[in-house]
């Protein structure tokens, strides 16, 4: 309920709370070259506390790629990225951006859980276990109590009987839901969802995106790149139309697909609608 | 009859000799196959922090010794070494010599179960806030060392019979002892017999292993 709430504060831009209108993560000037191709030219969004963005466009847009340098598994070219005013993978020194050590960088990754396009679960862990990982290794969690918050987390994406499997046991959207359990389980301010349904059977992808929407509900922070277009248009507060990697066109998603401006948009969505 | 009387106690007087032998062959073999295993697993870790000037020195210490013959190794360990001053025993100058040559292949064998995981796994672990050190020791090893189980029992089927070599270095392993008694007691055929018997009591065993750990990671993946 309180959930709905919020989305509703959200979309008719009331800003009541100080805390709905407070910037949690900014891409500044992002760009990001693989050899001589340019696959991110200067990127800048940003996405307030509690706030669900989308991210669409057709692929080859640089989507993922942008996904992928806010929590740096790529390294961008230039631009720099803040989470909640923290700047990540890199520390200010004088005028000049330094590359941060690699302990500081997995500190500020703990703040941004990630769900892959194809869950990368570890294989030689329970579903229980893959959960409770992070907690427990990283967070220093006492097993029990890694184990036990883990559970809590498998509940709230409807695994929690599954606990004891092995991933290679469940379906490709069981999989998908431990691994949105696994980033759970971090207590991250945002969590970014990399095509989180791409890899499913057609018949998969409706209970993965319920949970997502269960949480969105929640009042969590999310980017999510998705093919979804009619759930962007459902969960997201902003939705951001991507191609040859630069931002054509962002808004609000009555907006940007209902009423696309750009040409581009216009004939994204053409092609989707068939 | 009487032969076979015969038979049975010159095997049992030449075995009572060639068992202390098969003693030293099991020393020589666990304390190279330790050390081999320990340069392999140090190595193919080290390789992977991609630190240049390092990995070369890597590269070069794997080409040297696995190109190199384990018996060349050997004489360099017991005959070269006395030339800087270093006076091995024969013992550990084979475990020395053989756990050298066996921890470059033991390099390549844990740099190959590493680099077979898929890149996704890293980077799940990375993405929950693991520093480097933290998904090799969580995520990648436990899983890599699934992998190379069975070629590193297959390692070790091979050290067990190249340990032969330590007794040109008169380490008094089987095939020493062997030489020894067959020269004293002209016994030849059913010394080597013996021998032969011996060796395989122990590959067996190992090989057999080997054989239901691959089974078993078949229906694994």
């Given at each position: 309920m309180n959930g709905n709430g919020?989305?509703?504060?959200?979309?008719?831009?009331?800003?009541?709370?100080?805390?709905?209108?407070?910037?949690?993560?900014?891409?500044?000037?992002l760009r990001k070259d693989f050899g001589t191709l340019q696959v991110l030219k200067d990127i800048s969004l940003s996405v307030g506390q509690s706030k669900k963005v989308a991210l669409i466009g057709p692929s080859g847009s640089g989507k993922t790629t942008l996904l992928r340098c806010i929590n740096h598994l790529e390294s961008p070219t230039g631009g720099h990225?803040?989470?909640?005013?923290?700047?990540i993978g890199e520390?200010?020194?004088?005028?000049?951006?330094?590359?941060?050590?690699?302990?500081?960088?997995?500190?500020?990754?703990?703040?941004?859980?990630?769900?892959?396009?194809?869950?990368?679960?570890w294989p030689h862990l329970t579903v229980q276990e893959n959960v409770a990982l992070c907690p427990w290794k990283v967070q220093g969690k006492s097993q029990k109590e890694a184990m036990d918050l883990a559970e809590a987390m498998l509940e709230k994406v409807h695994m929690a009987h599954k606990r004891k499997e092995y991933p290679e046991r469940l379906s490709g959207g069981q999989q998908q839901r431990v691994g949105i359990a696994r980033a759970l389980a971090q207590q991250p301010k945002i969590i970014l969802f990399d095509e989180p349904t791409s890899a499913l059977d057609p018949e998969l992808v409706g209970e993965v995106l319920g949970v997502i929407q269960e949480l969105a509900a929640e009042g969590r922070s999310m980017v999510l790149v998705t093919h979804e277009i009619r759930f962007a248009r459902d969960v997201a507060d902003e939705v951001v139309f991507m191609d040859g990697g630069l931002v054509v066109e962002k808004g609000a998603p009555a907006d940007v697909i209902d009423n696309p401006s750009n040409e581009r948009t216009i004939r994204f969505l053409g092609q989707l609608r068939g | 009859m009487e032969q076979f009387g015969d038979l049975f106690t010159r095997s049992a007087s030449h075995l009572e000799v060639l068992l202390q032998g098969a003693g030293v062959t099991v020393m020589i073999t666990l304390g190279s196959f330790v050390m081999a295993v320990t340069i392999g697993l140090v190595l193919a870790v080290a390789r992977t922090w991609k630190i240049r000037p390092l990995n070369a020195l890597i590269a070069i210490y794997v080409e040297v010794f696995r190109g190199l013959p384990t018996l060349t190794l050997l004489f360099i360990c017991y005959f070269g070494l006395t030339y800087v001053g270093i006076k091995l025993n024969p013992l550990p100058a084979a475990i020395i010599?053989?756990?050298?040559?066996?921890?470059?292949?033991?390099?390549?064998?844990?740099?190959?179960?590493?680099?077979?995981?898929?890149?996704g796994q890293r980077e799940a672990a990375a993405a929950i806030g693991m520093t480097p050190m933290r998904a090799m020791r969580f995520v990648i090893l436990p899983q890599a060392l699934r992998i190379t189980l069975p070629p590193l029992g297959n390692y070790a089927i091979g050290l067990i019979k190249d340990t032969a070599v330590a007794s040109a270095v008169a380490a008094p392993e089987i095939l020493f002892r062997a030489r020894n008694l067959s020269t004293e007691t002209f016994d030849t055929a059913l010394i080597y017999l013996l021998v032969a018997v011996l060796y395989l009591v122990m590959t067996f065993p190992l090989a057999r292993w080997v054989d239901h750990l691959e089974k078993k990671r078949k229906a694994w993946q």
């Open positions: 919020q989305i509703h504060v959200n979309r008719c831009d009331f800003g009541v709370k100080m805390t709905e209108n407070k910037e949690l993560l900014r891409i500044e000037g990225i803040y989470l909640d005013g923290d700047l520390e200010k020194r004088g005028v000049r951006y330094v590359r941060s050590s690699a302990a500081r960088l997995a500190r500020q990754r703990l703040d941004m859980g990630f769900v892959f396009q194809n869950f990368y679960l | 010599g053989l756990g050298l040559s066996g921890g470059a292949y033991c390099t390549e064998i844990f740099r190959s179960g590493i680099s077979a995981l898929h890149h």
